[in-house]
Every structure is written in structure tokens, then in C-alpha cells.
């Protein structure tokens, strides 16, 4: 919903008097607006890009590498500062009818999910973790080809705040 807000102008010739119609408009706006905010679930405010936006990268890896190396064509790894919820979203796919490309989250060196392609078309995986000060968040991808390159887009983590602190690791 879309708010278009009035000029006011002060004193009876500026043609913006104080109604009832007036403030319960202007009362309807901030509701609105309140709603919106109030539905928002962790992870959809503020998107911290690990990898550029709508830039593919391509590996080869057949194994997942040790969860603490950051080598942004096949894992990405961050620190968290600050307590809170998180949203992580990855956008991946290969171009054979053949292999499957894995992405994988995990916490702290720990796997908390593993997903795979449908062959041929970009899927993401989508989820949320609670995260302490000192967590480390990994993602990671991988092919079951060598000769079929993995790729991936758009990796971010996504926080309903903006002080949760994220920090490549």
C-alpha cells in the first residue's frame, strides 16, 4: 500500500484544516505502515551480499572444503557479532541432466542442512538460524562432477536489523 502525503499549510486560507477524516487518514498511514514492519520475519529488512548481486560463480570442487576457508566460487564464511536470527540465501544450480550441485549451511564447523539440484534451473535454499556473538556461518557448494561445474548467485545472509554485526571471517 502506497502513503502520498498532504502539504499542510498553516491557517484557515492554506485549505489543509484539522478534520476527523484528516488525522483518521493520517492515523490509517502509520498503521499501515506499523503492519508492515510488525510482519517482517528475520531475515527480510537488511541483505548482506557474501557473493556480488547476480554474479554466477563457478567451481568444480567434487568435496566441500574445511568449513573456515572463504574462496567465494565455492564457500563464503562470516562471523557474527551480535545475538539474534539470521536468513540465509543461496541461489544455485549445474548444467547437466547428470550430476547434482550440493550447497550446504553449516555453524560453527557444524552442518545444520544440505540441499541438491533439480538439474538444469536455479533453486535456493532459504532458512534461519539463531546466532550468538562469535558464531561462525558457513556456506559452501559442490558438484558430483569435476566435469560439470557448480554454480552459484546472489549468496547473502539477511537480518530483520541492521546492528546485527555479520563480518567476513
Known sequence: MSYTPLEWKDGPQGGTPI??????????????AHAIIGSLQAGT???YYLTPPDVSFSSDNVEYDPWWVQDVTKSVVVRILLPGTIRYRVEYRNDSLFFTTF??????GSQIRE??????????IIGNITV???DI???Q???TSSENPALWRNVRIETAQPALG????
Open 132 to 134: 550468538s556473538p562469535g
Open 19 to 32: 478534520t476527523a477524516a484528516a488525522l483518521n487518514r493520517m492515523e490509517q498511514g502509520i498503521a499501515d
Open 137 to 139: 556461518v558457513t556456506i
Open 103 to 108: 550447497v550446504r549451511i553449516l555453524l560453527n
Open 166 to 169: 555479520i563480518q567476513p571471517f
Open 141 to 143: 557448494k559442490r558438484t
Open 115 to 124: 540441499e541438491g539440484t533439480v538439474p538444469g534451473s536455479w533453486q535456493t
Open 45 to 47: 529488512a537488511f541483505a
